[in-house]
Structures are given as C-alpha cells and as structure tokens.
C-alpha cells in the first residue's frame, strides 16, 4: 500500500466522524442502529417540539444511515397518503378504489418519482450540516438553513415557549453538547448490555 492510499484511507476515516447536526422534523424519536452483529450502536434523533425539529449531534457516519433511511421514509409514508386521498376521491365520486396491480401501480410509480425529484428538499429538513471536523480544533461550520416544503409543512406548527425570567437560558453550544453525551453514552450502554448478554450465554 503506497503513501497516497494511507493519506486517502486515512482522510475518509476522519472525516467519517465529523460532527453533523441531523434534525427531525417528525413528532416521534427516530432510532439509528449500526453494526448490529458486531459491534452494536444506537443512537436517538429526538422528535419536534414547540415548533421546532428535534436536533442532535452525531457522528457523519451515523448522519449518512440517518439521512438516507428516513429520507425513504419520508417518501413512501407520502406516497402511502396520496394512495389513500385519491382512492378516497374515487369513493366519494361513487368510482371504485384504484386496481392494486394496473390503476394503483402507475399511479405510485409517478408518485414516486416526482417524490423523488425533492430529494434536495427534502434533506434539507433532515441535514443540518457540519457542526464540527473531527482532529480540527475550534473549527465549526455554518449550519443549513432549514428549509420547509409544503408536504411538510405542518409538521412543524407551534409557538415557541417562551423563557421566563427565573429561568436560566440554556445556550445552544450546552445544549448540543448535552445532546451528544447522552447519545454517546446510551450507545455504550446498549453496546455494554448486549455485550453481557452475549457472554451470560456463552
């Protein structure tokens, strides 16, 4: 193995640990499992709140899975809708529901595909860019603005509470470091008890 590979080999492991803000713009926790059979992690994307999405800070490797799964997600949880908005047309016009094999194929297959066009969009919701290159110090990047299309834009409806005065503001570099221990540290626990699990059998 020559130079150049190591220097290649070694620049896309670290930048698979730079830091990426991901942000979850449903109502529920999203869970990220890896290396399931060898070496166990799960990490939890917090769901929206008080018209915000749910914001953690993870690992670009963990980012990559988290992106591309629930991006898909995303896209059939719309199709699925759509399937059933017109199949409702249909009964409301005294039609019968689309055929599952002919009508409701082609009717998926440009569904998806015009899904699929917002892809760009869409991760936006999911993507809220670098928050930090692993082996660099103080070096933080400029996060995406997010940006709201309009099959999503009621999941985020809601006031913000407001702060009252005994309280103690919380700022947004605590609070993104708090989120990325307890990320950390439920990794190492599931990781720790599967790990015991594993020896009580053996």
Do not use: C
């Not at 199949?87 to 409301?92: E, H, L, M, P, Y």
């Amino acid at each position: 193995m020559n130079k150049a590979h190591q220097l290649r080999e070694a620049e896309a492991l670290r930048v698979s640990r730079d830091l990426y803000t991901v942000l979850n713009p449903t109502q529920n926790d999203i869970m990220v499992s890896l290396n399931i059979k060898v070496s166990p992690e799960e990490w939890t994307i917090p769901g929206a709140a008080n018209g915000k999405p749910g914001e953690a800070i993870v690992p670009n490797y963990v980012r990559i899975k988290y992106v591309e799964e629930t991006l898909q997600k995303i896209i059939y949880i719309k199709n699925d809708e759509l399937v059933k908005k017109e199949n409702q047309k249909r009964a409301d016009r005294g039609q019968d529901s689309m055929d599952l094999h002919t009508t409701q194929a082609r009717f998926e297959s440009r569904n998806l595909k015009n899904l699929s066009g917002k892809q760009k969009e869409l991760v936006k919701l999911l993507d809220g860019g670098l928050y930090k290159e692993y082996g660099v110090s103080d070096s933080k990047g400029d996060k995406v603005p997010v940006q709201i299309t309009p099959e999503m834009s009621g999941v985020l409806e809601g006031k913000k509470t407001p702060t009252t005065p005994e309280e103690t503001p919380i700022t947004p570099e605590e609070e993104r470091r708090k989120r990325l221990s307890d990320n950390l540290k439920k990794a190492r626990e599931v990781k720790a008890a599967k790990k015991r699990k594993k020896d009580d059998k053996s």
